[in-house]
């Protein structure tokens, strides 16, 4: 297929998405004078469907897993015309919704809902954009290329962080309020990533069961976990998924380095495999031997990580506590037993938030980041995202 043929196909793909978006729908009937599609119609449906595919392959997990205890890392998930798309794409997603949110070392944009802490009500689920969802120019894909990440739910939610240069995130563990598993495409400057062991909760209230002194509540650490800490190179345009032991066991943190690290009122540490900032230098990181994916990115012990621009990160999850019917339409489609034509209906059928709707969203929104993302580290749990 040749590079016109290819743009052809995507320009075809998303007009009869487009068209079939505005066509009204009619009713179902059960009709014995259906005709299959014109053989002309299929081979433009499967030449638009391989054009989508080669843009935006599926991912295979087993492929990318980095590490035993639930770390995948690919780091071309996104081309650099993706990355730029999708930039674009988020800037403009960012006017729509009255602007982002911004706090001191970065800023916040919420995708699909705003998540609540108890004892607040659950999120109220909203749409997530198309272009998260089926865009092959935008590459993200939530349908296809991520769903193997997230067997059970398809996520319901994004964080999109925007980072200042050398800007980093406490340490923190996203906790209970999600479903253990965490996917971040990273757009832009270079970040690295720390996961080391959550600390030991607070010893329970002492009640004896009657079989056993322990404790009732105590709970056994995961048999035979590696416990050593680990560090993993987010290059632009690659994607992270961690879960399992990980997700439960370790917190993580992008320390901070360079001149933001003078004064960071998000309590991040300065990093003290960081340098830069002074004498022209840009903020870095030097590799070290923890780094368990720099082999991956060309790297060595010594080089240094570029922390010097601005950084993007896109966080995919699934809120638990989210109420609504608010899905993406492959997920919609399951509960309307498999029509995807009438989920797509149901789809078209939210209604638009009113104006005191979406005052009670910034409402939310603001009581979120007063909770989660501006709080002292030592008290990180359930929280804000990398």
């Known amino acids: 297929m040749t590079s016109i043929d290819f743009e052809d196909a995507l320009r075809q793909a998303r007009r009869a998405r487009e068209t079939q978006r505005r066509r009204p729908t009619a009713p179902i009937v059960a009709s014995s004078n259906l005709h299959p599609p014109s053989s002309a119609a299929a081979a433009a449906a499967a030449a638009a469907a391989a054009a989508v595919a080669e843009l935006a392959p599926p991912v295979q997990p087993a492929s990318c897993r980095i590490d035993e205890r639930g770390v995948y890392y690919m ?30 070392q970065r800023r916040l ?48 939610h994004c964080l999109v ?47 004896t069961s009657p079989s056993s ?14 416990r050593q800490p680990f560090g993993v190179i987010l290059q632009p345009g690659s994607l992270l998924v961690f879960t ?33 900032g002074g004498g022209g230098a840009f ?5 070290d031997d923890s780094l368990i994916n720099r082999a991956t990115c060309g790297l060595q012990l010594g080089d240094r990580v570029p922390r010097g621009g601005t950084r993007v990160s896109l966080t995919f999850r699934v809120v638990d506590n989210a109420v609504g019917g608010e899905l993406p339409a492959s997920a919609s489609a399951r509960r309307c037993g498999g029509d995807t034509a009438l989920a797509e209906e149901v789809m078209r059928q939210v209604e638009v938030l009113s104006s005191a709707d979406l005052q009670e969203r910034r409402q939310r929104e603001s009581a979120f980041l007063r909770g989660v993302s501006e709080r002292d580290p030592a008290s990180s749990s359930s929280s804000s995202s990398s």
């Open 161 to 207: 962080n925007e980072y200042r240069l050398g800007a980093g995130i406490a340490r923190h563990k996203d906790g209970p309020l999600y479903c253990p598993v965490v996917a971040i495409v990273s757009l832009g400057e270079f970040a690295v990533i720390r996961f080391s062991p959550s600390p030991p909760p607070p010893p329970p209230p002492r009640t």
């Open 213 to 226: 002194s322990l404790p009732a509540t105590a709970v056994a650490a995961g048999p035979g976990v590696d």
């Open 75 to 104: 780091p071309h998930f996104l081309t650099a015309p993706q990355r730029e798309r999708t930039l674009a794409l988020l800037s403009t997603e960012a006017a729509a919704r009255g602007g982002w949110h911004s706090l001191t």
């Open 283 to 287: 903020p870095h990181e030097l590799v």
């Open 244 to 276: 399992g032991a990980v997700y439960h066991e370790f917190d993580h943190v992008i320390e901070t380095v360079g001149p933001a690290a003078a004064a960071d009122p998000e309590g991040v540490a300065p990093s003290p495999y960081g340098g830069g």
């Open 109 to 156: 944009l919420f995708l699909g809902g705003v998540p609540s802490l108890a004892p607040a009500p659950p999120m109220q689920a909203e749409p997530l954009p198309d272009w998260l969802r089926d865009d092959a120019e935008a590459g993200v894909c939530l349908d296809t290329r991520l769903r193997p990440f997230f067997p059970d739910r398809p996520p319901n």
